[in-house]
């Protein structure tokens, strides 16, 4: 996917695009660090494209609650590697997929797109690093800001809201205002609510149950849910735990979000998810 075919989709993507998560981490709440070795997550990144992914997600910092901070250098071996690597084919074929990089630091942001990467996904918005947005400005990636107070090791803490929509909203419009003065172009800003970054399960549902809401903000909407702990409510007792047994809670989730008519949203198991998304659209165009 070629950076002018991914600024068509962003405007004129027939169905929800899936975002496929490549965690290059050995500390990541789902997978464990499955993916650490730079070859097998370069082989699970082609394997998510395979099954249809629109977008893969390589990042190298796990943004759990409580994860300690990556020193840059670090996160930029774990992350450049991959995404070199998925620019061709395995035959050397160049393809150009859509790669995002999910950091929140300047230069894992700028190395990645020099490499390949069209999206930057900061899950701090632009407030962990605000070198960030001169990246998405003078690189001209798109750019998407994700809802979060504090940092991994305090945003629990924060999760005090007398109306969590609204409140969702407005931070996130402040911080729309921000990224556009620093240069981004609005057409190539995507907002992410922050499922479970400084929200509790019935945050979440919330937000999920109003994302019209958050649509008025005038920009696309990214949804990440994927085996998120507040899915653990809705799987049988003995599955609570295992972030695995959460996808087909995941694959609902796409699929209301999709009926919403949401942008994306970024998934750790794709072929469930891509079903769902298609279902929604077959829906809504028959509504």
Do not use: C
């Amino acid at each position: 996917m070629s950076d002018r075919v991914l600024v068509e989709t962003l405007h004129n993507a027939s169905r929800t695009l899936v975002m496929g998560v490549v965690n290059v981490t050995p500390d990541s709440f789902s997978d464990g660090g499955q993916w650490f070795d730079r070859d097998v997550a370069v082989a699970h990144a082609r394997h998510l494209l395979a099954q249809g992914a629109d977008i893969v997600d390589v990042g190298g910092e796990s943004t759990r609650p409580g994860a300690e901070p990556v020193p840059v250098e670090e996160e930029i071996d774990r992350v450049l590697p991959v995404v070199e690597a998925l620019v061709t084919d395995a035959d050397g074929t160049e393809r150009r997929p859509g790669i995002s990089v999910d950091t929140v630091h300047a230069r894992t942001a700028r190395a990645a797109v020099e490499a390949g990467a069209s999206i930057i996904n900061d899950v701090s918005g632009g407030t962990a690093d605000p070198q960030i947005l001169a990246v998405a400005a003078e690189t001209g990636a798109h750019y998407i800001l994700q809802h979060r107070r504090g940092t991994p090791e305090t945003m629990n803490d924060l999760a005090v809201y007398d109306d969590v929509v609204s409140e969702v909203r407005d931070e996130l419009a402040q911080r729309l205002d921000a990224v556009v003065e620093a240069g981004v172009p609005a057409e190539h800003i995507v907002l992410d609510p922050g499922l479970g970054f400084a929200k509790n399960a019935e945050h979440n549902w919330t937000l999920l149950a109003h994302l019209d809401r958050l649509a008025d903000l005038g920009r696309p909407l990214l949804i990440g849910a994927s085996r998120k702990r507040f899915l653990a409510t809705v799987v049988p007792d003995r599955l609570a735990t295992e972030p695995l047994a959460r996808d087909n809670a995941t694959a609902a989730v796409t699929a209301i979000a999709a009926a919403a008519g949401v942008w994306g949203v970024r998934v750790h198991e794709v072929t469930a998810s891509l079903d769902a998304a298609r279902v929604a659209a077959a829906w809504v165009a028959h509504r």
